[in-house]
Every structure is written in structure tokens, then in C-alpha cells.
């Protein structure tokens, strides 16, 4: 298989899982005691890259209950340090990470075609 192919199938994962870590963090960013992640693309020596969960630190952050939704009346708690601004940027820059990735496999198969095409 060409190296491109390869290279952009690798980039397709890692944009698959930036967007799933992202949403994950968006899904868990008001519950008790979740961990939220972060993901960091490593290049391999033989091409491609490779998509690294890591834990953000701090993990939590303390926020002031204002509704006191746990029954104290406005007590300082703890919720996961999950911005959702943040997510939304982490979400748009794996789509357009994805979209690129594709565009070179669907430009590759074209090559590949129309090289076919004109030994044929």
C-alpha cells in the first residue's frame, strides 16, 4: 500500500480519537469524580502519526454551586476541568483533521486510477 495511504489512515485514527476523547469530556464535564483527557498526536519514525490519551491536570476545579443543587445552598465543589469552548475547538480541529486525511486517501485511489486507467 502507498506510504501516503498509509500515513493518512493513521491521521484518520487519531483525528477519530481527539474527537471521542473531546466528546467524552463533553458528556462527563458536570459529573462527580471524572477524570477528563486530552489527546497529543506523536509522529512515528517510519511515517504517521500516533494518537496518545493523556489526563488533564488539574483534573478538577473548584466551582461555586450556586443553585446548591446538592442541598448545602451555594457551596464551593468540584467539577472536571473541562472547558466547553475548548472541546468545541478540540472537535472542529479533529473534523478538519479528518477531512484532510481523507481528501489524500480519496486523492491517492484517483491517482491509482487513472494510472490504471492509462496502462489499461
Known amino acids: 500500500m502507498d506510504l501516503s495511504v498509509l500515513n493518512a489512515l493513521s491521521g484518520l485514527q487519531a ?47 473548584p466551582f461555586f454551586d450556586f443553585d446548591g443543587a446538592r442541598g448545602e445552598g451555594g457551596a464551593v465543589t468540584e467539577r472536571p476541568n473541562v472547558a466547553l469552548a475548548g472541546e468545541i475547538v478540540e472537535q472542529i480541529i479533529a473534523q478538519r483533521a479528518f477531512e484532510a486525511n481523507l481528501r489524500t486517501v480519496e486523492t491517492a485511489n484517483d491517482m491509482t486510477k487513472r494510472l490504471l486507467d492509462t496502462v489499461a
Open 15 to 61: 483525528a477519530q480519537r481527539r474527537f471521542s476523547v473531546s466528546a467524552g469530556n463533553v458528556v462527563n464535564s458536570r459529573s462527580e469524580g471524572y477524570l477528563p483527557h486530552r489527546v497529543q498526536n506523536i509522529a512515528n519514525a517510519d511515517g504517521g502519526t500516533r494518537a496518545v490519551t493523556v489526563p488533564v491536570k488539574p483534573a478538577s476545579v
